[in-house]
């Protein structure tokens, strides 16, 4: 099958035909933070918006009143969000997830009729070189101050739909791998989530100590249990535990390079790469695009986006590369520090710290100084090594998805073009697959 056997047509005829339903809907609600609710109806923003089916980053919410209220901005399972401004080019699509979602006001909405196209064909389709481009040659026809893609131009779309069983072989394809790829980012979240409830209750709330002194059953193997002190001292920290800094644990050496001594091909890691909230960082460029001095970097070191430090930025490197100067390369003094080293610089408490000492108004920016003296408990080392020991395989399981995840998007994205031009069937993938794995 090729692309001589589809037909090619404007994305308005693709479009929903429902009572009392707006299939090409208009842009999201002019909202401001003053309706923003604790829990309720999702609002879709930009940064909701990932590289897989699935949303990423963190949610605001408006009641179901509000949401009530206007109906042509709510959106639902199936339904395909395009930004009118900021991240033009950009698609997602609503799970199906039994949760009506609305729109911020960068986004509109287009619903498919099922029984002509397949929701996640055209998802994939806009996911693709060719369905980019042809959003992107509208986005240039602005017609209202600060519109970047007219809302006009979602008929305008041509798109080529295939027969049923070709989109739902591409569907299905393509859907397995964003799949694992969404696995492995929900099993890196916990993980994470389980080396950070360990090092807060050992080095924050200080619970083995605490038990141990009002003389509580240990909830720890005893080998574990015997390594923590049995009081805590008249600051409230375990006895024999003593006051530090970040500098006692770690340290940020000076590794500036030129991108003249650095290959092309070697990993690139910005600020826009690393994620908000977690220590996974799953995506990098080629040091080619680079033509200023950067820092380099060795795997397993910490890295720490210093610019607007209250984005959270903060993962372990993935692979030995180069750095933005507006990240913070840290390395543990010793081995045994470096989960705890990590844990103490991905923390809440930490990175209000940084937010609340950086300098700039406009572009707040901390630094390795201010960052060193950052106030610590510092455990024994007998303690922190057992933390090490527990840490450590999590945090290998998280190095290991991260690389089969880029296998993964690599795999996906040689895949695209292809099934979007009709150029490969069913065993081609597979054979495609396995090559590129």
């Not at 890691?269 to 970097?297: C, T, Y």
Request: glycine share 8%; net charge neutral.
């Amino acid at each position: 099958m090729g692309i001589g056997d589809w037909s090619v047509v404007r994305l308005e005829e693709l479009a929903s035909v429902e009572l009392g339903s707006i299939a090409i809907g208009p842009f999201g609600s002019r909202m401001k933070s003053g309706v923003y609710t604790t829990f309720g109806v999702p609002v879709i923003r930009g940064t909701n918006i990932s590289s897989t089916r699935a949303w990423k980053g963190d949610w605001v919410y408006v009641s179901d009143e509000f949401a009530d209220g206007l109906p042509n901005c709510n959106a639902r399972e199936g339904d395909l969000v395009f930004p009118h401004r900021g991240s033009i080019g950009e698609v997602g699509i609503i799970p199906d997830d039994r949760q009506r979602y609305m729109l911020s006001t960068s986004f509109m909405k287009f619903r498919p009729d099922q029984k002509k196209v397949l929701p996640l064909f055209l998802f994939y389709y806009f996911r693709s070189a060719s369905g980019r481009a042809e959003i992107m040659q509208y986005s240039s026809q602005v017609g209202t101050p600060g519109i970047g893609q007219p809302l006009t131009s979602l008929r305008q779309f041509k798109v080529p739909v295939p027969p049923k069983d070709y989109q739902e072989f591409v569907v299905d394809t393509l859907s397995a791998l964003d799949d694992k790829i969404d696995l492995n980012r929900r099993m890196n979240e916990t993980l994470e989530a389980m080396a950070r409830a360990i090092f807060k209750d050992w080095f924050v709330d200080f619970r083995p100590t605490r038990a141990k002194a009002e003389g509580r059953t240990p909830y720890l193997s005893e080998d574990l249990w015997n390594l923590f002190p049995d009081a805590l001292d008249d600051n409230d920290k375990p006895v024999e535990w003593r006051q530090g800094t970040l500098a006692d644990v770690a340290n940020s050496p000076k590794r500036g390079v030129s991108p003249a001594d650095v290959s092309n091909n070697t990993p690139y890691i910005g600020l826009e790469h690393l994620p908000r909230r977690s220590v996974a960082l799953s995506e990098w460029d080629g040091a080619g695009k680079v033509s200023s001095n950067k820092i380099q970097f060795n795997k397993g070191e910490i890295l720490f986006g210093k610019l607007r430090p209250y984005f959270h930025k903060v993962g372990i490197a993935p692979t030995n590369g180069i750095c933005s100067t507006d990240i913070v390369v840290v390395v543990p003094q010793a081995q045994n520090w470096g989960a705890f080293a990590l844990a103490c610089l991905s923390s809440d408490d930490f990175v209000d710290y940084t937010d609340r000492t950086s300098t700039g108004t406009r572009m707040p920016r901390t630094n390795w100084k201010t960052m060193a003296q950052y106030k610590i408990c510092l455990p024994s080392d007998r303690v922190v090594s057992a933390f090490q020991k527990l840490a450590q395989p999590l945090l290998h399981r998280i190095d290991a998805n991260i690389h089969e995840t880029s296998t993964l998007t690599r795999t996906r994205d040689f895949l695209l073009p292809k099934l979007m031009s009709g150029e490969i069937r069913l065993p081609d993938a597979e054979k495609a697959m396995e090559a590129v794995a």
